[in-house]
């Protein structure tokens, strides 16, 4: 099966730690992108690359949020400070990319934070 | 505001019913539409899309149509089965690079 992995499944963290998730997209997507979904809503857009670059964060992605794709290929989300706000489910997905055209994004399974 | 809205509460009906999931989106530019769906445990999956006006998508059984003048893309199955129970999500794209989502309903089949 090659769809979007992510890992840790689930993460139970004390306040104002740090935590890191990490994302290996379907790998001839060009694009990833992070979506936060707390409890009875839908996901969220967090923010997304096209290959190494981040193009876009949301106004959601505070100054303790950060992600990188170093290579193009996985990316990684860390959570400094922890808050127990921040505690939802995040998803990952893919896509591939191109101009002026919508792809289909395809979801990981999520990472669920807990924070105590 | 609001991008997509769906109909409000969970969803109960009995195995071979029909089921209507009612969504409205906000008419800023063209957008595609989506149907995503949650098994327990798992993570979204396309259920259908569709990607112009009048479009239909359909899918296991599934169908919305793209509704240009109603600004919505209503979910229909004319028979549920209790493996149909799930999370659905209703979503629009917004520019080419991000989903907006509804906030999903819980449907819950009775066999």
């Known amino acids: 099966d090659t769809g979007v992995s992510q890992d840790p499944r689930h993460k139970i963290t004390k306040r104002g730690q740090n935590v890191t998730f990490r994302c290996d997209p379907i790998?001839?997507?060009?694009?990833l992108y992070w979506y936060r979904q707390t409890l009875g809503q839908g996901p969220e857009f967090l923010t997304y690359?096209?290959?190494?670059?981040?193009?876009?964060k949301s106004r959601l992605l505070s100054d303790r949020f950060s992600a990188e794709r170093p290579k193009g290929s996985f990316s990684t989300l860390e959570i400094q400070r922890t808050e127990q706000g921040d505690s939802a489910m995040y998803l990952c997905?893919?896509?591939?990319?191109?101009?002026?055209?919508?792809?289909?994004?395809?979801f990981g399974p999520g990472t669920r934070l807990t924070v105590t | 505001g609001d991008s997509v809205t769906q109909m409000e509460g969970p969803v109960t009906l009995s195995e071979e019913a029909f089921l209507t999931i009612n969504c409205t989106y906000t008419?800023?530019?063209?957008?595609?539409l989506f149907w995503y769906v949650q098994y327990p445990g798992e993570g979204l999956q396309l259920l259908l899309k569709?990607?112009?006006?009048?479009d239909k998508g359909s899918n296991k059984g599934f169908e919305a149509t793209y509704r240009k003048e109603t600004t919505s893309f209503h979910l229909e199955k004319g028979s549920v089965q209790v493996s149909d129970s799930a999370v659905y999500f209703c979503?629009?794209?917004?520019?080419?690079?991000?989903?907006?989502f509804g906030k999903g309903n819980q449907v819950v089949v009775i066999p």
């Open positions: 997905a893919s896509s591939s990319g191109g101009q002026g055209v919508f792809y289909e994004q395809y």
């Open positions: 790998s001839e997507h060009n694009r």
């Open positions: 690359f096209q290959n190494e670059a981040q193009l876009e």
């Open positions: 008419a800023t530019g063209y957008p595609s």
């Open positions: 569709a990607t112009k006006a009048d």
């Open positions: 979503a629009r794209s917004k520019g080419n690079n991000r989903l907006a």
